[in-house]
């Protein structure tokens, strides 16, 4: 089993800035991707951003220029810098994580989520 531990979330007001943190812990032989997804009331769950081993990155159209992500493969830790922000981006935001277990069986985790909320 692997298990993923968010934290970070917080109030804060528009323009301020957060940092998230996740990390991965369990039976992990590798992390093919880890990323941050939202979902905010009344919608459905959107990815934010996710970063693959190799360093390849993907963001949501309207966190570009906003938000930063990154890795640590040998920690099995991800953070997600985010700048900016603004009130559409209050939601909880979950960590994910596309793990390989030394059973060499594949699966995708989620975190239990941080809420984030941006006052205006």
């Known amino acids: 089993q692997v298990q993923l531990v968010e934290s970070g979330g917080g109030l804060v007001q528009a323009g301020g800035s957060l940092r998230l943190f996740c990390a991965a812990s369990?039976?992990?032989?590798?992390?093919?991707?880890m990323g941050w997804y939202r979902r905010a009331p009344g919608k459905q769950r959107e990815l934010v951003a996710t970063?693959?081993?190799?360093?390849?990155?993907d963001y949501a159209n309207s966190v570009k220029g906003r938000a930063t992500i990154s890795r640590d493969n040998a920690k099995n830790t991800v953070y997600l810098q985010m700048n900016n922000l603004k009130p559409e981006d209050t939601g909880n935001y979950y960590c994910n994580a596309d793990v390989t277990d030394y059973t060499n069986s594949r699966d995708v985790y989620w975190g239990l989520g941080t809420q984030v909320t941006v006052s205006s």
């Open positions: 369990g039976s992990i032989f590798s992390i093919n991707a």
């Open positions: 970063e693959t081993s190799g360093g390849s990155t």
